[in-house]
């Protein structure tokens, strides 16, 4: 398991793509919302939080069909799955690969992207763990997707489509949880229930990726 | 005789062959008696006007809109455990009965909000998991569309299905959360003390009547449609291999 994270991952770093491309997505879509609604400071705080962590969203959704397809294109998808491995293990594994490749790099950016947004101060902290914490749960709803989509040949809109309903309770509470922080409310509820999501999507969604997979494979 | 006996297509054709006349003709008969007498003969509310009278479609079409789905989720299931083709077909075919209701319901509350709250559209809990199960019903049905083999695709869709009504359930405490609603609380329910008034309440119950017959009914059609198309689809291919 630990070869198939490292190989996950140098192929993430060395192939290109998926890397930088997600970064570069959420930095353009963070510049392009001042273009959209304006550029006074007070109204960019207000809708900072809500912006960042939709950016971050869609720019991790912009890398999920590559979790499977390339593996699954060349074969070694079938190899894994006949390996002595559990496939819900693999799919966990190439889960948090995507998660360290896509989405990790977002987390890290977004508190430096709310500089351009005028996020107010004390909401940094927040959007850093919201996101932290809620990603997870991105990667591991979003493998489900890839994993429904794999075989298809215009999978992409499809993968959306299927997965952005999945993401919206993520979606509901890490934005609350930012915009609470941000205003300088109690943010307790809110990450409590985001941290519950991530932990369950994280502990039941591989069986049911792993299920498709499987009859994806056949 | 047990229940499973109609998983055979021929027999479920059968069946439904027989059922498909009254049940569509109580459908009919019900949903005429109930919206005529829902919208002449009952008085208008001293508040809202006649506008309350759009409740005789709104409610039961909001009604059917969840109770699709919990169908296509039991066919689902009943697909995975028991491999039974009729039960992954009926689950294909309520999907765009179940949308359709979706948008029947939006587009009747969006109606009826203009004059009342003012407002076509407010993000409204109720409103935005409505919504929400709207995507749900279209990620649905593209899914089946995407995907040629009809194995495979039953297969996705079902799980689709269980994995989707988890997080429809979630997104509706979600948006609970997230807003205070515009939205009145249910009209109707088993366990309340006092639903909405007597002369709303009988013809309501009448148009929910028929909202559930013709559901049933264009889900036994639309189950017949799919199983006479794949076996159209695999005469044609048997025709082709000879």
Known sequence: MKALLWRDLALAVRAGGGFGLGLSFFLIVTVMVPFSVGPETARLSVIAPGILWLGALLACLLSLDRIFALDFEDGSLDLLATAPLPLEGIVTVKALAHWLTSALPLVIAAPALGVFLNLPGPGFIWLFLSLLIGTPALSVIGSFGAALTVGLKRGGLLLSLLVLPLYVPTLIFGAEVARRGAEGLAVETPLLMLAGISAGALALLPFASAAVLRVNLR | ?242
Request: proline fraction near 4%; charged fraction near 15%; glycine fraction near 6%.
């Open chain 2, 1 to 242: 005789m047990s229940l499973w006996e109609y998983a055979n297509p021929v027999r479920f054709i059968r069946l439904t062959d027989r059922l498909l006349p009254p049940v569509a003709v109580g459908a009919l008969v019900c949903l005429v008696i109930g919206l005529i007498w829902g919208f002449f003969f009952t008085p208008d509310d001293y508040r809202q006007g006649s506008t309350v009278k759009i409740i005789y479609l709104h409610v039961p079409a909001a009604l059917m809109a969840i109770n699709a789905w919990l169908m296509m989720l039991v066919a689902s299931l009943i697909w995975i455990v028991r491999r039974h083709h009729v039960s992954a077909l009926a689950a294909r075919a309520a999907a765009p009965v179940g949308a359709t209701m979706t948008v029947i319901a939006l587009a009747t509350g969006a109606i009826w909000g203009q004059p009342m709250w003012g407002t076509w559209w407010a993000w409204d809990p109720r409103l935005t998991s409505f919504l929400i199960l709207f995507l749900f019903y279209l990620g649905y049905m593209a899914l089946w569309e995407a995907i040629e083999n009809d194995d495979t695709a039953a297969d996705l869709t079902s799980i689709l299905c269980l994995v989707g009504s988890v997080f429809a359930l979630l997104s509706r405490y979600a948006v609970n959360f997230w807003n205070q609603g515009l939205h009145q609380g249910a009209s109707l329910s088993l366990d309340k003390e006092e639903n909405v008034a007597d002369v709303f309440y009988l013809p309501l119950l009448v148009c929910i009547a028929g909202f559930v017959l013709l559901f049933v009914a264009l889900v036994f059609l639309r189950t017949q449609t799919e199983i006479r198309a794949r076996r159209m689809r695999a005469l044609i291919a048997r025709e082709r291999l000879a």
